[in-house]
Nanobody, 123 residues
């Protein structure tokens, strides 16, 4: 059983930056693909970014060029650096672990989920 704990959320002005962290414990999350998803009020959860064990990555069109996903396998931690934030980035951000070895945007392929961290971007 893998436990995931996100941190780093908060309130930021438009154009600002935040760095989210997701620490994994209770398993070998570093061996698998990890991802970030988000859910805005009144909307479905959506894919944000993914990174495979070897560092292959992918991004949603809405964040490509502004967000960067990275991981530290030795620390069992994945990060999401968010720059040039916009009000539409406001959401609860979740990290997740997939049982596969390849970067994937498919929510159904993620097995373990964190509790989420709130990001609010004020205009």
């Amino acid at each position: 059983q893998v436990q995931l704990v996100e941190s780093g959320g908060g309130l930021v002005l438009t154009g600002g930056s935040l760095r989210l962290s997701c620490a994994a414990s209770g398993g070998t999350a570093s061996s698998y693909t990890m991802g970030w998803f988000r859910q805005a009020p009144g909307k479905e959860r959506e894919f944000v970014a993914t990174i495979s064990r070897r560092g292959g990555n992918g991004y949603a069109d809405s964040v490509r060029g502004r967000f960067t996903i990275s991981r530290d396998n030795a620390r069992n931690t994945v990060y999401l650096q968010m720059n040039s934030l916009k009000p539409e980035d406001t959401a609860v951000y979740y990290c997740a672990v997939s049982g596969g070895n390849y970067a994937t945007f498919r929510e159904s392929e993620y097995t373990y989920w964190g509790q989420g961290t709130q990001v609010n971007v004020s205009s």
